[in-house]
């Protein structure tokens, strides 16, 4: 019962590297979102998507991208890594029109 | 844009009572929902409320809401040690669950 896994759960980057945070659910819930929670400002949606290939941009998408090329993937690009970009990303999923099940977080640190 | 603003914005009490944690909103919504978040975990779905909905209960959860104020409260009865955590509200436009927007939280402590 893996539910949403998040890999890694800490990663250190430098300014201007780039990386990918994985993102995968078993529960062939239809939508994924990815969020980034910084302290004092609650979950931010960065990205999400409907379905499998459908992407669509949040609230705060620039530096990120995306794709879904599966029902079960939705990995999170960061392309040039900058310190304003060190936050703890969560990525969720659901059934359509139902409640979010999130992943335990990555935390990542740009320095 | 933060839609949902928790208050109040730390809360601290002792096992056996009441918490009480407010959620105010600025546009029409289809639902409202309440989050917990446990230190260096990912967010648990508490309860939904509909836009069309006053009072929803789910064990020892209460959720009002009242579309007229733009606001909700999440009651927590008896409260015990494992409720300690982080409290978030949710607010969804359109019902999609797509968009949701969420609050910067509630921290509440519940001391043994």
């Known amino acids: 019962n893996a539910g949403v896994t998040q890999t890694p759960k800490f990663q250190v980057l430098k300014t201007g590297q780039s990386m990918t945070l994985q993102c995968a659910q078993d529960m062939n819930h239809e939508y994924m979102s990815w969020y980034r929670q910084d302290p004092g400002m609650g979950l931010r949606l960065i990205h999400y998507s409907v379905g499998a290939g459908i992407t669509d941009q949040g609230e705060v998408p620039n530096g990120y991208n995306v794709s879904r090329s599966t029902t079960e993937d939705f990995p999170l690009r960061l392309l040039s890594a900058a310190p304003s970009q060190t936050s703890v990303y969560f990525c969720a999923s659901s059934y359509f029109r139902s409640p979010l099940h999130f992943g335990n977080g990555t935390r990542l640190t740009v320095t | 844009s933060q839609q949902g603003e928790e208050d109040p914005q730390a809360l601290s009490i002792q096992e056996g009572e009441n918490a009480t944690m407010n959620c105010s909103y600025k546009t029409s919504i289809n639902n409202l929902q309440w989050y917990r978040q446990n230190s260096g975990r990912g967010l648990v779905h508490l309860i939904l409320?509909?836009?069309?909905?006053r009072e929803k209960h789910s064990g020892r959860l209460r959720v009002t809401l009242d579309t007229s104020k733009k606001s909700s409260s999440l009651l927590i009865t008896a409260s015990r040690a494992a409720d300690t955590a982080s409290y978030f509200c949710?607010?969804?436009?359109?019902?999609?669950?797509?968009?949701?927007?969420f609050g910067k939280g509630i921290t509440l402590s519940v001391r043994p």
């Open positions: 409320i509909r836009s069309n909905e």
């Open positions: 949710a607010t969804d436009p359109s019902g999609a669950n797509s968009k949701l927007t």
